[in-house]
């Protein structure tokens, strides 16, 4: 019978495959456990805005897509219903972003996450929180 860890890391590499968002980022899975996920991707020039700063949808895609795969991955569908972000310092081009879903809440139907997204210095840029509906469809990883 397969662990709930290694079921989480299948659940996130067949996301991965067809997650064109998270492939565009160059979002890189460095921890995934039940209920939590850790990933990393490198602030490119094309992602600044007319400031000279990074977009904040930026760090809101990598919170985002840390929520999906820490929501997912107990086995089964789950899509987010709200969401919400601070951005509390600028992020700049050649940054490396790491964001680290925590799964503080989870039902049958509703889960709660908390997101801290750092820059390269370990200094958070941005704090998210997600809430999901858990579909009970289970996922195809065949």
């Given at each position: 019978m ?42 490119r ?29 107990h ?46 210095e ?21």
């Open positions: 397969e662990d709930a860890r290694e079921l989480a890391n299948r659940v996130v590499a067949r996301m991965m495959r067809d997650d064109r968002m998270s492939q565009w980022l160059g979002i890189e899975v460095l921890e995934m456990i039940p209920g939590g996920c850790t990933v990393r991707m490198v602030v020039d094309e992602m600044n805005n007319g400031f000279g700063i990074t977009h904040g949808g930026i760090a809101y895609c990598v919170a985002d897509s840390a929520l999906a795969f820490a929501a997912n991955s086995g089964s569908h789950a899509v987010s219903i709200e969401t919400s972000i601070s951005h509390v310092k600028p992020v700049r081009a050649g940054d490396v972003l790491t964001a680290s879903a925590t799964e503080q809440s989870r039902s049958n139907r509703i889960a709660i996450y908390h997101i801290p997204v750092l820059n390269t370990g200094i958070a840029v941005a704090l998210f929180k997600g809430t999901v509906f858990r579909t009970g469809k289970e996922w195809d990883l065949s």
